[in-house]
Every structure is written in C-alpha cells, then in structure tokens.
C-alpha cells in the first residue's frame, strides 16, 4: 500500500510562487511514477506534470511547461512541485498521484492507483 500526503497549498498574488510537496510512503517499487494532476470546480483532473522516480525523466502539461517544476529529494520519499509565475487560471485543487511506471498515458488520471488528499492553490489577480 503507497500513502500521498501533499502539503504547501495556499494564496499568492499573480506572478507568485508556490511549493507544493507530495509525502510518499509504503511500496517502494509501486511508487515508481508519481504526477501532480489539478482539478478545476466542475472539471475532469487534469495531468500538471510527471516523474520517472528510478530515473529522474519528467513531463509537463503545454500549460505550465517553462513555469513548474517537478523534483524529488534525493532519498526518493518527497516529490515537489515548484510553480513559478503562477496566474489566476492555476487556481484548482492539486492532488499527487502515484502508479507503476512502463504501461499507460502518464496524463490519464484511471491510470493511478494512488492518491493524496490535494491541496488547494489560490492565485488572485
């Protein structure tokens, strides 16, 4: 069993900036791809980025590519999300999610077996 427990969500102005951080514990090897999704009120989630954790590769959504970044610590157990230039159109509920790498779309939320909480992101104008 993989526990997520995301934490750093609050409110900044436009052009801000925010950390969020994804706690992973339990099965080492089913924690092998982690992504950041967000969900908009009365919206699908939505697939922000993605890491490789065995091998450092990362993918981003078009929309934020250039302004987040993801990372994990070098003992592999945390996954952060550094989002820079932040606009009124990243507010959204943000959840960490986890699933075992090599299969799948990593953009596609049914691929994910495991989840955190969220974390609420509120950029004003």
């Known amino acids: 069993q993989v526990q997520l427990v995301e934490s750093g969500g609050g409110s900044v102005q436009a052009g801000g900036s925010l950390r969020l951080s994804c706690a992973v514990s339990g099965d080492t090897y089913r924690r092998g791809c982690l992504a950041w999704f967000r969900q908009h009120p009365g919206k699908e989630r939505e697939a922000v980025a993605h890491i490789n954790t065995a091998t450092g590769v990362t993918v981003y959504a078009d929309s934020v590519k250039g302004r987040f970044t993801i990372s994990q610590d070098n003992a592999k157990i945390t996954v952060f999300l550094q989002m820079n230039s932040l606009k009124p159109e990243d507010t959204a509920g943000y959840y960490c999610?986890?699933?075992?790498?090599?299969?799948?779309?990593?953009?596609?939320?049914?691929?994910?077996?495991?989840w955190g909480q969220g974390a609420q992101v509120t950029v004003s104008s």
């Open positions: 999610a986890g699933r075992r790498c090599g299969s799948g779309s990593w953009s596609l939320a049914g691929e994910y077996n495991y």
